[in-house]
C-alpha cells in the first residue's frame, strides 16, 4: 500500500513563507517523479512544482517560478515545498503526489500521477 502523508501550511500574511512535507511510504520512490498540486475553490487543481526524484530535475509552474523550491531528501523519502513571498492568489488546497511514469517530463498534468495525498489547506490573508 503506497501512501503519501503530508504536513505543514496552514495561514499566513501575504509576503510570508510556509514549507510543506509529503512522507512517502510503501514503496521505494527511487526513480519517482512527486508534484505538487493545489486547488482553490471553484478551481481546477493546478500544478504547481515536480521534482525528478532520482536527478533531482525540477519544473515549476509560471506562477509560482522564484518563489516555491521543492526539494527531496531520498533518506526521509520526503518531498518539500518550501514557499516564499506568498500571496492570496496562493490560497488552495495542496496536494503532494507521485508518479510512476518517469518518461514524461515534466508531467504537469493530475491524471499522470498515480498516488496522492490527503492534502493541505494554505491559506494567505491579504
Known amino acids: 500500500q503506497v501512501q503519501l502523508v503530508q504536513s505543514g501550511g496552514g495561514l499566513v500574511q501575504a509576503g510570508g513563507s510556509l514549507r510543506l512535507s509529503c512522507a512517502a511510504s510503501g514503496r521505494t520512490f527511487s526513480s519517482y517523479t512527486m508534484g505538487w498540486f493545489r486547488q482553490a475553490p471553484g478551481k481546477e487543481r493546478e500544478f504547481v512544482a515536480a521534482?525528478?526524484?532520482?536527478?533531482?530535475?525540477?519544473y515549476y509552474a509560471v506562477s509560482v517560478k522564484g518563489r516555491f523550491t521543492i526539494s527531496r531528501d531520498n533518506a526521509k523519502n520526503t518531498v518539500y515545498l518550501q514557499m516564499n513571498s506568498l500571496k492570496p492568489e496562493d490560497t488552495a488546497v495542496y496536494y503532494c503526489?507521485?508518479?510512476?511514469?518517469?518518461?514524461?517530463?515534466?508531467?504537469?498534468?493530475?491524471?499522470?500521477?498515480?498516488?496522492w495525498g490527503q492534502g493541505t489547506q494554505v491559506t494567505v490573508s491579504s
Open positions: 503526489a507521485a508518479d510512476q511514469d518517469t518518461t514524461t517530463w515534466p508531467p504537469t498534468r493530475a491524471r499522470a500521477y498515480d498516488y
Open positions: 521534482i525528478n526524484w532520482s536527478f533531482g530535475s525540477t
